[in-house]
Protein backbone atom coordinates (compact mmCIF):
# COMPACT_ATOMS: atom_id res chain seq x y z
CA UNK A 1 0.00 0.00 0.00
CA UNK A 2 1.31 3.58 -1.05
CA UNK A 3 1.07 6.45 0.89
CA UNK A 4 -1.27 7.83 -1.63
CA UNK A 5 -3.61 5.17 -0.56
CA UNK A 6 -4.04 6.26 2.98
CA UNK A 7 -5.01 9.95 1.93
CA UNK A 8 -8.64 9.74 1.90
CA UNK A 9 -10.88 11.28 -0.84
CA UNK A 10 -12.61 14.60 -0.54
CA UNK A 11 -16.45 15.36 -1.04
CA UNK A 12 -18.07 19.01 -1.07
CA UNK A 13 -19.67 18.22 1.47
CA UNK A 14 -17.09 16.51 3.56
CA UNK A 15 -14.95 18.98 2.58
CA UNK A 16 -17.75 21.77 3.89
CA UNK A 17 -17.69 19.88 7.53
CA UNK A 18 -13.77 19.91 7.99
CA UNK A 19 -13.66 23.87 6.89
CA UNK A 20 -16.51 24.58 8.74
CA UNK A 21 -15.15 22.68 11.60
CA UNK A 22 -11.43 24.15 11.86
CA UNK A 23 -13.15 27.77 11.61
CA UNK A 24 -15.10 27.09 14.73
CA UNK A 25 -11.97 25.36 16.29
CA UNK A 26 -10.02 28.79 15.19
CA UNK A 27 -12.64 30.59 17.29
CA UNK A 28 -12.21 28.52 20.20
CA UNK A 29 -11.27 31.35 22.86
CA UNK A 30 -7.48 29.30 23.62
CA UNK A 31 -6.67 29.48 20.13
CA UNK A 32 -8.01 33.02 19.12
CA UNK A 33 -5.73 34.21 22.15
CA UNK A 34 -2.96 32.59 20.56
CA UNK A 35 -3.31 33.62 17.22
CA UNK A 36 -4.04 37.52 18.69
CA UNK A 37 -1.24 37.11 20.45
CA UNK A 38 1.23 36.36 17.66
CA UNK A 39 -1.06 38.71 15.28
CA UNK A 40 0.02 41.57 17.75
CA UNK A 41 3.54 40.83 17.78
CA UNK A 42 3.69 40.68 13.68
CA UNK A 43 1.71 43.50 12.89
CA UNK A 44 0.85 43.34 9.44
CA UNK A 45 4.17 42.00 8.02
CA UNK A 46 3.33 39.23 5.44
CA UNK A 47 6.87 37.43 6.14
CA UNK A 48 6.25 37.38 10.43
CA UNK A 49 2.68 36.39 9.96
CA UNK A 50 3.54 33.48 7.04
CA UNK A 51 6.50 32.90 10.40
CA UNK A 52 4.48 32.65 13.42
CA UNK A 53 0.47 32.85 12.50
CA UNK A 54 0.25 30.55 9.69
CA UNK A 55 1.45 27.15 12.26
CA UNK A 56 -1.06 27.71 14.35
CA UNK A 57 -3.66 28.29 12.15
CA UNK A 58 -2.09 24.95 10.08
CA UNK A 59 -1.77 23.38 13.09
CA UNK A 60 -5.07 23.44 14.31
CA UNK A 61 -6.54 22.36 10.69
CA UNK A 62 -4.13 19.41 10.85
CA UNK A 63 -5.72 18.43 14.40
CA UNK A 64 -9.51 18.51 12.30
CA UNK A 65 -8.26 17.07 9.13
CA UNK A 66 -6.90 13.67 11.15
CA UNK A 67 -10.29 13.16 12.70
CA UNK A 68 -11.15 12.81 8.70
CA UNK A 69 -8.49 9.74 7.70
CA UNK A 70 -5.91 12.44 7.16
CA UNK A 71 -2.14 11.49 8.15
CA UNK A 72 -0.90 14.11 11.21
CA UNK A 73 1.91 15.11 8.66
CA UNK A 74 3.05 17.89 6.47
CA UNK A 75 2.18 15.32 3.60
CA UNK A 76 -1.39 15.32 4.78
CA UNK A 77 -1.86 19.44 5.18
CA UNK A 78 -0.63 19.52 1.15
CA UNK A 79 -3.14 16.74 0.00
CA UNK A 80 -5.97 18.10 1.60
CA UNK A 81 -4.95 22.01 0.78
CA UNK A 82 -4.19 21.06 -2.79
CA UNK A 83 -7.86 18.75 -2.58
CA UNK A 84 -9.34 22.25 -1.28
CA UNK A 85 -8.34 24.12 -3.81
CA UNK A 86 -9.80 21.97 -6.74
CA UNK A 87 -13.24 22.14 -5.08
CA UNK A 88 -12.98 25.96 -4.40
CA UNK A 89 -12.96 26.38 -8.14
CA UNK A 90 -16.01 24.71 -8.58
CA UNK A 91 -17.97 25.35 -4.94
CA UNK A 92 -18.37 29.15 -4.04
CA UNK A 93 -19.38 28.20 -0.06
CA UNK A 94 -16.55 25.86 -0.15
CA UNK A 95 -13.87 28.74 -1.78
CA UNK A 96 -16.08 31.33 1.03
CA UNK A 97 -14.68 28.66 3.80
CA UNK A 98 -11.71 28.43 2.49
CA UNK A 99 -10.90 32.39 2.35
CA UNK A 100 -12.15 32.62 6.02
CA UNK A 101 -9.49 30.34 7.21
CA UNK A 102 -6.96 32.19 4.66
CA UNK A 103 -7.95 35.01 6.72
CA UNK A 104 -6.82 34.50 9.65
CA UNK A 105 -2.61 34.35 8.52
CA UNK A 106 -2.66 36.85 5.44
CA UNK A 107 -2.46 40.14 5.77
CA UNK A 108 -5.18 42.54 4.36
CA UNK A 109 -4.41 44.07 1.25
CA UNK A 110 -5.20 47.46 0.19
CA UNK A 111 -6.70 47.95 -3.80
CA UNK A 112 -6.19 51.27 -4.89
CA UNK A 113 -9.41 52.33 -7.04
CA UNK A 114 -8.52 55.36 -8.76
CA UNK A 115 -7.32 55.14 -12.29
CA UNK A 116 -3.89 56.76 -11.34
CA UNK A 117 -1.04 55.02 -13.32
CA UNK A 118 2.16 54.17 -11.27
CA UNK A 119 4.06 57.38 -13.35
CA UNK A 120 1.58 59.72 -11.81
CA UNK A 121 1.95 58.40 -8.25
CA UNK A 122 5.70 58.27 -8.71
CA UNK A 123 6.15 61.61 -9.71
CA UNK A 124 3.94 63.22 -7.26
CA UNK A 125 5.56 61.89 -4.22
Do not use: W
Not at 108 to 116: D, I, K, R
Amino acid sequence: MSKADLIPSLSQETAIEILTKTIEQLQLPENLQKIDEARDNVGNEMLKMMQFIFPIVMQIQIDVIKEYGYPETREGIIKFSQRIRCLEREDAEIARLHGLIKAYYLPSVSVHTNNESSEERTSSN
